[in-house]
C-alpha cells in the first residue's frame, strides 16, 4: 500500500526514488509567496522541514528587515520601558519549545459540510478548504517572561499586546463591528500567558535562523494557542491595565453562532484532535488483510492522555499505541492494527483524549467564522 504511493519510478541503484513532499503555494502578483499549506499526510517525523511550513498572511508579507537593524520597544504599564535588539536577547538564557502550530482555519470544509451535508471534504487534497495548515517545529528564542520581568511589570497588568511590523487593509469579516484602514497585526495575551515560560520570542527554527517567511528577525511563539496568536515580525510589545481592542482578536478569531450573535468567545487554545492519515480512501479497495492505522494526534492543553480507534463507525472503540517522544506542545504519532477481514465498507474514526480530561467531538459545533475545527474526522474505507 505505501510502497504505490512513495515510490516513483524504477529502485535505482537499490535504493527507491521516493517521491519528494511538495507544498502548495500562492504567490501575489509579484510572485512573492502569500500562503503555504503543508502535505503533512507525506512526512514521517514530528518536526516539519522549514520549506515545507504552512504560512499564512493576514497583511501581506512585509519588506525583510535586516537582523543588524532590527529592534523592539517594551512600552505601557511597566516600570523602565526600554528596547532591545536581537544581540540583546541573545544575552539572556535562551530556551528551546517544540511545538505544533495550528491555523484556526485548518480543516475549515468540514464545518460546512456537517450543517450543510453534500459531499464530505477530501483528505490530503489542496483544492479542500483549509487543509493542510499545521506544522510541527523546534524554536529557540528568549522566554518573553525574561524581557517583561526587566522592564517591570506594574500592578494591575491583565494583557500585554505583541504587534509586527507588517501592515496592510485587513479583510472585512461578516459580523465585524468595526474595520481599520490601515493596522499592523497584533494580538494582546494575557498576562498569565505571556509569563508562561514556554511563551518565547524566537529567532531560531529547526536549529537554523528563522527565514524572513517565517517571521525574522524574531517572532512570538505562543504553544498550544492557534496560530493566530504567534505574531511574525514583531517590533512592539505593550503591557496593558486592561484588554486593548485587536480587530484579529476581538473581530475575528472567536466563537458564535452568526454575525449577529452578541455572545462572542476568543478563541485560545487548540482542541484535543486526532486524525487517521492511513490508509486512505484513495487507496480503497483494499484486500483483507492487516493494515496499520496511523495517524497524529494533539491538543492544547497540552500532553495527550490516549487515542482511541473505531473501526465500525463509532460503535466500538479499541486504544492506539502512542509513539514516542510524547511532548507537551508537539503532535504525536499514534498506530493500531486492523484485522480487516470482513469484506464491504468500514468506517475508521480515531478520537483524542488529553491530560486535560478533554475528548474529541464528533462534531465542532457551527461557528458562523468557521474556526477551529477539531471534530472526529472519518474515513471511509472498502474491503474486497
Known amino acids: 500500500m505505501a510502497k504505490n ?6 529502485i535505482l541503484l537499490g535504493w527507491a526514488d521516493r517521491k519528494r513532499p511538495v507544498p502548495n503555494q500562492r504567490k501575489d502578483e509579484e510572485g512573492r509567496v502569500q500562503m503555504v499549506q503543508t502535505p503533512y499526510w507525506e512526512l514521517q517525523g514530528l518536526i516539519t522541514a522549514a520549506d515545507l511550513r504552512y504560512q499564512v498572511q493576514h497583511l501581506g508579507v512585509p ?7 532590527w529592534s523592539a520597544g517594551v512600552t505601557g504599564h511597566v516600570e523602565k520601558p526600554f528596547t532591545f535588539t536581537l544581540e540583546d536577547l541573545k544575552k539572556l538564557p535562551t530556551r528551546t519549545v ?3 502550530t495550528e491555523c484556526a482555519g485548518n480543516d475549515t470544509a468540514y464545518f460546512e459540510y456537517n450543517k450543510d451535508g453534500g459531499e464530505r471534504p477530501k483528505a490530503f487534497d489542496f483544492d479542500t478548504k483549509g487543509t493542510g495548515l499545521a506544522s510541527g517545529g523546534e524554536f529557540t528564542g528568549v522566554p518573553l517572561h525574561l524581557i517583561l520581568e526587566k522592564a517591570g511589570i506594574k500592578p494591575g497588568a491583565v494583557s500585554v499586546r505583541v504587534q509586527g511590523f507588517d501592515q496592510g487593509a485587513p ?21 498569565e500567558k505571556a509569563l508562561d515560560p514556554d511563551t518565547i520570542l524566537a529567532w531560531g ?7 524572513h517567511i517565517h517571521g525574522a528577525p524574531v517572532r512570538l511563539v505562543v504553544p498550544g494557542w492557534t496560530g493566530n496568536w504567534w505574531i511574525k515580525w514583531v517590533d512592539g510589545i505593550e503591557v496593558c491595565d486592561h484588554v486593548p481592542w485587536c480587530y484579529y482578536q476581538s473581530e475575528y478569531y472567536y466563537r458564535s453562532e452568526s454575525p449577529d ?26 484486500p483483507r488483510g492487516e493494515y496499520a492505522i496511523r495517524g497524529l494526534a494533539w ?3 497540552g500532553a495527550l492522555a490516549r487515542v482511541e480507534i473505531s473501526t465500525d463507525g463509532g460503535e466500538t472503540w479499541n486504544d492506539a499505541a502512542l509513539g514516542e517522544p510524547r511532548e507537551k506542545w508537539l503532535w504525536n504519532r499514534f498506530v493500531y492494527v486492523w484485522n480487516a477481514d470482513k469484506p464491504g465498507k468500514h468506517v475508521l474514526m480515531a478520537r483524542a483524549h488529553d491530560q486535560a480530561g478533554r475528548v474529541q467531538v464528533a462534531k465542532t459545533p457551527w461557528n458562523h467564522l468557521m474556526k477551529n475545527y477539531d471534530g472526529i474526522k472519518p474515513v471511509e474505507i472498502e474491503i474486497s
Do not use: C
Open 5 to 10: 504511493r512513495e515510490v516513483e519510478g524504477d
Open 63 to 69: 519588506e525583510p528587515v535586516y537582523p543588524d537593524d
Open 98 to 100: 517544540r511545538a505544533l
Open 171 to 191: 479583510q472585512a469579516a461578516p459580523g465585524a463591528r468595526k474595520v481599520p484602514e490601515m493596522m499592523n497585526y497584533d494580538k494582546a495575551l494575557p498576562i
Open 205 to 211: 527554527l529547526n536549529g537554523d535562523y528563522m527565514m
Open 261 to 286: 450573535d452578541p455572545n462572542r468567545e476568543v478563541i485560545y487554545q487548540l482542541g484535543v484532535k486526532a486524525e487517521i492519515l492511513e490508509p486512505r480512501e484513495s487507496e480503497s479497495p483494499l
Open 299 to 301: 491538543s492544547g492543553e
